[in-house]
């Protein structure tokens, strides 16, 4: 079946350390997302990527990186300069049909990162 | 950019109750969603919308365009509906152009 796989489900990190999210589509979506949830918060937008070697910063990139080689996938690494990356990650994939048009999203099943 | 408020962030009903769950949003979109948050915390799109009203099995999705307002109704409801409903509305502008309400948490008690 199509969808999104995200891992791991659960990760911890020492303090210090980069950590890197993987996230992976089968539906052959041009958009893919990256979101952060945080008690009592709205999801709010990491990067996105529209097309293959391409991505765009949202509105909380600071401290994360991401690319963008295979249509496929698109890894998250939460880098040591995170100030506060305990949270719950979520990808998300959409066909993009243009700017003035949204496609139905689709989602994985969340990664929860803990700092120790 | 767009604001999202959800009504009531927090809804305990018993089952077999009409549930219905608000989303207000300050400037005009081009589509609105309504995703569903499991207890383990994968989202499930059930609704995108631009106008008018959709119906999906118990669950129903209205947008009433001038009054920037939308309503998920869920009928017959049923401990399995617990969950967080999340709106989110599309202001256009490209791939991050999505807002999220911060969701609305519902139990449903047997």
């Known amino acids: 079946d199509g969808g999104i796989t995200q891992s791991p489900k659960y990760l911890f990190r020492k303090e210090g350390q980069n950590v890197t999210l993987s996230c992976e589509q089968n539906l052959n979506h041009d958009a893919m997302y990256w979101y952060r949830q945080d008690p009592g918060q709205g999801l709010r937008l990491i990067y996105y990527?529209?097309?293959?070697?391409?991505?765009q910063k949202g509105d909380i990139a600071e401290g994360y990186s991401v690319s963008r080689e295979k249509k496929e996938s698109f890894p998250l690494t939460v880098t040591s300069a995170q100030k506060n990356p305990t949270a719950f990650y979520l990808c998300?994939?959409?066909?993009?049909?243009?700017?003035?048009?949204?496609?139905?999203?689709?989602f994985g099943e969340g990664s929860r990162l803990t700092v120790l | 950019k767009n604001e999202v408020e959800q009504s009531p962030q927090n809804l305990t009903a018993q089952e077999g109750e009409f549930i219905t769950i608000n989303c207000s949003y300050s400037v005009g979109i081009s589509a609105l969603h309504w995703l569903q948050q499991h207890p383990g915390g994968g989202i499930v799109s059930l609704f995108m919308l631009s106008s008018g009203k959709k119906k999906h099995g118990r669950l129903i999705a209205t947008i009433n365009i001038q009054e920037k307002h939308s309503s998920l109704h869920i009928t017959a409801s049923h401990p399995r509906d617990s969950a967080v409903y999340i709106c989110?509305?599309?202001?256009?502008?490209?791939?991050?152009?999505?807002?999220f309400g911060k969701g609305t948490h519902l139990i449903i008690q047997p």
């Open positions: 998300a994939s959409s066909l993009d049909r243009g700017r003035l048009k949204a496609g139905e999203l689709f």
């Open positions: 989110a509305v599309h202001s256009g502008g490209g791939a991050d152009g999505l807002t």
């Open positions: 990527s529209q097309i293959v070697n391409d991505f």
